[in-house]
Nanobody, 119 residues
Framework: QVQLVESGGGLVQPGGSLRLSCAAS????????MGWYRQAPGKQRELVASITSAGSTNYADSVLGRFTISRNNAKNIVYLQVNSLKPEDTAIYYC?????????????WGQGTQVTVSS
């Protein structure tokens, strides 16, 4: 079993910033890619950003230039720096990771962390 635990969400004013973290634990041999998704009320979950073990990144157009994803491979942690937040960024942010562990291939999700952007 591989567990993911997110942290860093909260209430922030428009234009503000947060740093989200997601730590993976368990029997992990390697993590191919880690990513952040978000789901707003009444909407489908969408990819925000992803990063491979080699450091290649991918972003949704709506967050390009405002959000930055990074990871610490040694600690199996992925970060999402979110700047210039807008009310439409309000959502539950979920972390995702897939790779290989003690039980073979895994694809795990965290429980989510709430980000609310409001004045």
């Amino acid at each position: 079993q591989v567990q993911l635990v997110e942290s860093g969400g909260g209430l922030v004013q428009p234009g503000g910033s947060l740093r989200l973290s997601c730590a993976a634990s368990g029997s992990i041999f390697s993590i191919n890619a880690m990513g952040w998704y978000r789901q707003a009320p009444g909407k489908q979950r969408e990819l925000v950003a992803s990063i491979t073990s080699a450091g290649s990144t991918n972003y949704a157009d709506s967050v390009l230039g405002r959000f930055t994803i990074s990871r610490n491979n040694a600690k199996n942690i992925v970060y999402l720096q979110v700047n210039s937040l807008k009310p439409e960024d309000t959502a539950i942010y979920y972390c995702d990771a897939h790779g290989f562990g003690g039980r073979g291939y895994f694809n795990s999700w965290g429980q989510g962390t709430q980000v609310t952007v409001s004045s």
